[in-house]
T-cell receptor, first 115, second 117 residues
Framework: GNSVTQMEGPVTLSEEAFLTINCTYTATGYPSLFWYVQYPGEGLQLLLK?????DKGSNKGFEATYRKETTSFHLEKGSVQVSDSAVYFCALSAAFSGGYNKLIFGAGTRLAVHP | EAQVTQNPRYLITVTGKKLTVTCSQNMNHEYMSWYRQDPGLGLRQIYY???????DKGDVPEGYKVSRKEKRNFPLILESPSPNQTSLYFC????????????????FGPGTRLLVL
């Protein structure tokens, strides 16, 4: 079946450190891949996405590349800030029978950045 | 401003007392869905709707009902809430649900935190 696995948190970093949050997926067909971010007390908002193999999504200094050969979509940022502290969700959207597409989420990774 | 709104944001209730959480979007989206978020489990889909009067079960539908009488609204109904429905609930909408709709971004509401005593 379709599933998303992401590294467990919490991830604790100092400001300006390099960030990697691993995400791997299992899917049939050609899913789209997403990273959503949830800041404290807020809903989810899209951080970046990639809709086909080898695409790179980027936003606010974050990047992730859709790697079909390794079924991965790891999130990276070169220099994190305190304001990046949040929960990050990896997700895929895949086609299901019945003609609709469904978003499947990983468990989420909490990031805490300290000054 | 394009947005998904939910009400209420916080709710404390008792077992068995029917409640409704409202969801509304102003983007003319066809597809709407409800998720619950629980620690260590991420978000799981409760129900979804592909358009007006078209709804279907997601992964965890037990104990919930929905309706889609208008395109913009998608309320979540708990007929007889139980403590295991204590959770954080999110409504989401997106432009399309079929074919290349999988490339579309889903827009989420701010969440409703529910405590069932």
């Amino acid at each position: 079946g379709n599933s998303v696995t992401q590294m467990e948190g919490p991830v604790t970093l100092s400001e300006e450190a390099f960030l990697t949050i691993n995400c791997t997926y299992t899917a049939t067909g050609y899913p789209s891949l997403f990273w959503y971010v949830q800041y404290p007390g807020e809903g989810l908002q899209l951080l970046l996405k990639a809709t086909k193999a080898d695409d790179k999504g980027s936003n606010k200094g974050f990047e992730a590349t859709y790697r079909k050969e390794t079924t991965s979509f790891h999130l990276e940022k070169g220099s994190v800030q305190v304001s990046d502290s949040a929960v990050y969700f990896c997700a895929l959207s895949a086609a299901f029978s019945g003609g609709y597409n469904k978003l499947i989420f990983g468990a989420g990774t909490r990031l805490a950045v300290h000054p | 401003e394009a947005q998904v709104t939910q009400n209420p944001r916080y709710l404390i209730t008792v077992t068995g007392k029917k409640l409704t959480v409202t969801c509304s979007q102003n983007m003319n989206h066809e597809y709407m869905s409800w998720y619950r978020q629980d620690p260590g489990l991420g978000l799981r889909q409760i129900y979804y709707s592909m358009n007006v009067e078209v709804t279907d079960k997601g992964d965890v539908p037990e104990g919930y009902k929905v309706s889609r009488k208008e395109k913009r609204n998608f309320p979540l109904i708990l007929e007889s809430p139980s403590p295991n429905q204590t959770s954080l609930y999110f409504c989401a909408s997106t432009k399309g649900s079929s074919g290349f709709g999988r490339r579309e971004t889903q827009y989420f509401g701010p969440g409703t935190r529910l405590l069932v005593l």
